[in-house]
C-alpha cells in the first residue's frame, strides 16, 4: 500500500550527476530546502521531498493502510529511493525523522553513499518531543490543536529556535492544514506514535551507533597489529 501513495519531489540538477536525498524534519517540508537546491545542483542530482502526511505528499488517513509508524516510515523510505534512482545516494535528514534514516541506513549500507543528519537527537536525553510537539499527541487536545494551522504549523516551527518566518514563506507551510483536514490527522498520528516510540527507537541507534564504532575500532587495532608485525 505504500507504493500506491504519492510523494511530492522537487528536483534539480541534472540525473547524470550523484543522486543526494533531502528530507526535511517534523513538522516541516521539502520547502525548508528551497534555497538548498541551487547551491547542490551544479554537482548533484538533488532531490527535496515531503513525507508521507506532511507538505504535499499524500496524507493517508490512519488505520487505512499507513498508521504513521516509524516501521512503516523506513518502509516508505526504501521503496520511495528505489523508485528515484538505482544509483547510491547521499542521505540527509533532520531532527526527529532521523532515527527513521539510520534504520534504514543499518539495512541498506550498499544503497548510500553517504548519511548526514541535520540536528538529530541521538540520545536518551533528546528521546521525548518538545512541549510545542508533544502537545499535539494529547487526546482530544491534541487532535483540536492539529486542526489548527497556525498551532500546527507556524507555532511549531516558530519554538525551533530564534527565527521568525515571513508572512508568505509562514503560508506555504500552513497551507496543507488550510487545504484538508486530513494534514492534521497525519500530523496527530506521527506525534502520537513518536511519543510511543522514539525512546525505543534511540536506543536501537545508540546500540547500533556503538557497535559500529566498536566494529571499526577493533578492526583499525587488528590493522595496526598488523602493520607492527
Known amino acids: 500500500m505504500i507504493l500506491c501513495n504519492r510523494w511530492f519531489c522537487v528536483e534539480s540538477g541534472s540525473s547524470n550527476n550523484s543522486p543526494i536525498l533531502l528530507i526535511h524534519g517534523l513538522p516541516s517540508q ?6 538548498v537546491l541551487p547551491i547542490l545542483e551544479n554537482n548533484y542530482h538533488a532531490i527535496a521531498l515531503d513525507w508521507l502526511g506532511f507538505g504535499f505528499s499524500d496524507k493517508p488517513q490512519p488505520k487505512y493502510g499507513f498508521d504513521y509508524t516509524l516501521d512503516e516510515y523506513v518502509a516508505s523510505l526504501e521503496s520511495v529511493i528505489n523508485a528515484l534512482t ?37 540520545t536518551i536525553n533528546h528521546a521525548k ?29 516558530l519554538s525551533c529556535g530564534p527565527y521568525q518566518i515571513k508572512e508568505d514563506v509562514a503560508m506555504v ?35 547500533q551507533y556503538l557497535w559500529t564504532i566498536t566494529g571499526q575500532s577493533r578492526q583499525q587495532s587488528a590493522g595496526d597489529k598488523e602493520t607492527a608485525g
Open 173 to 207: 507551510y500552513r497551507r496543507p492544514y488550510l487545504t484538508s483536514g486530513s494534514a492534521g490527522f497525519a500530523l496527530n498520528a506521527i506525534s502520537k506514535a513518536m511519543k510511543k516510540q522514539l525512546k525505543v527507537a534511540m536506543l536501537r541507534t545508540q546500540e
Open 30 to 35: 521539502a520547502y525548508s530546502y528551497r534555497k
Open 129 to 157: 518531543l518538545p512541549s510545542s510537539l508533544s502537545v499535539l499527541s494529547n487526546f482530544l487536545l491534541g487532535e483540536i490543536f492539529c486542526q489548527d494551522p497556525l498551532r500546527a504549523s507556524d507555532k511549531t516551527l
Open 86 to 122: 538505482d544509483k547510491k545516494v547521499t542521505l540527509v535528514v533532520q531532527g526527529y525523522f532521523s532515527p527513521i534514516a539510520i534504520k534504514y541506513a543499518s539495512n541498506h549500507q550498499e544503497k548510500l553513499n553517504g548519511l548526514i543528519l541535520l540536528n538529530p537527537p541521538l
